[in-house]
């Protein structure tokens, strides 16, 4: 009998561990794909991030876990959220997107602590999004030579 009972509260534990490993997580995803461009033509191996906000009293919050996407060789991204790699999608809902210099090689501005665009994901949607990144000034220059000269004393 009490094998009986250990037997079956192992099998529940096990459910409840498995059900937080499935697809959608806490929020559900819709499929969201694009092109990262600089100056007209792609950028190859940018990360893009896209970032779930809601907006309260003119305040953005996050909301919701984050999808990311390395971009191809034509500039292409595919976000996952939940599935890394496998192009789960984004949160439904509006989002900042942010997109990090990776091992992009371009003459535009990336810094993933900077919003390029906000976005609206939506369920049932096609969710494809065309960014166009800025082209660097020399201010931006400077500052990204001042950032790799700080990450080389560290």
């Known amino acids: ?11 529940l534990v096990c459910c409840f561990a498995l059900s937080g490993c499935g697809n959608s997580g806490d929020f559900g995803t819709a499929k969201t794909t694009g092109i990262l461009l600089c100056d007209g033509k792609p950028v190859e191996g940018a990360m893009v991030y896209f970032q779930p906000i809601a907006s309260a009293d003119g305040k953005s919050a996050l909301v919701g876990k984050q999808g990311f996407s390395y971009t191809d060789p034509e500039g292409r991204f595919n976000i996952s959220t939940y599935n890394p790699g496998k192009g789960d999608g984004a949160v439904i809902g509006k989002h900042r997107v942010r997109v990090g210099r990776g ?7 990336m810094n993933e602590e900077v919003d390029l665009t906000q ?6 949607a096609t969710n494809e999004f065309e960014l166009q990144l800025k082209k660097a000034t020399v201010a931006d220059k400077k500052a990204a030579a001042r950032n790799r000269d700080d990450d080389e004393d560290d």
């Open 119 to 124: 976005v609206e994901v939506k369920q049932g």
């Open 1 to 11: 009998m009490i094998a009986r009972i250990i037997s079956v509260m192992m099998s």
């Open 103 to 109: 091992k992009a090689q371009c003459a535009c501005t």
